[in-house]
């Protein structure tokens, strides 16, 4: 794993350096997530695409620091963190509250003039589609209850007491930061959206993930998989699949600036 100079030291992992690389993807986690939740799909895909990999502060080595409460902010400092990947084609894949961030970052990058390649949101409904949610206001059990219907969490750290003190205040935060959101309306992206949601889960529909493409004037994709929000783990494979495919089709690897 290496780093690069500057806030990417911080807030990028680079699991696996790909010098050949045409293009980079930049994978954002959902609320509670870490970089490492994207190792597999650094190891899996082509050498041809780089995976760099979004470590959020207040967990695993940047447990130490003060967790970020709101999109905006998280939006602005990945941007900042991102500068220096920019001599490559940049693509975004958010899952969950990572597609929200993934958005929010696409909307910096367009206007610095480097529009993103493409953006995959993931387990997400579009940000146009409201709820009114109140994890982030509930006490540890609801939290954990929470965590446990969702089924993205190991569950051995919701049952070891230590583990567990260690991972809420990311968790309540970032649950915080996606709850209190509000989408800005604006100009749409220019990049495509491929938006990609478990048949299974009530935290984004298919109708709701299929709203995506409302957001971009760029050409806009829906693919539905068997499963819950966390899809992605059953499906790995496929996902990869189409990920690089996409990634490498001309229209994604020729947008953005060198």
Known sequence: MTFINGAADTWIRRFHPAPAARIRLVCLPHAGGSASYWYPMSTAVVPDVEVLAVQYPGRQDRRHEPCVETIETLADLVTEALLPYRDLPVALFGHSMGAVVGFEVARRLEALGTPAAILFASGRRAPSRHR??????????????????????????????ELLQMILPAVRADYRAVETYRYRPGPPLSCPIHALVGDDDDRATVEEAAAWREHTVGGAELDVFSGGHFYLTQHQAAIVRLVTERLLSPMASSTGQR
């Open 132 to 161: 009114d949610e109140d994890v982030h206001l509930r006490g540890v059990d609801g939290i954990v209850a929470e965590l446990r219907k969702l089924d993205g969490t190991d569950p051995r750290a919701l049952r070891d007491p």
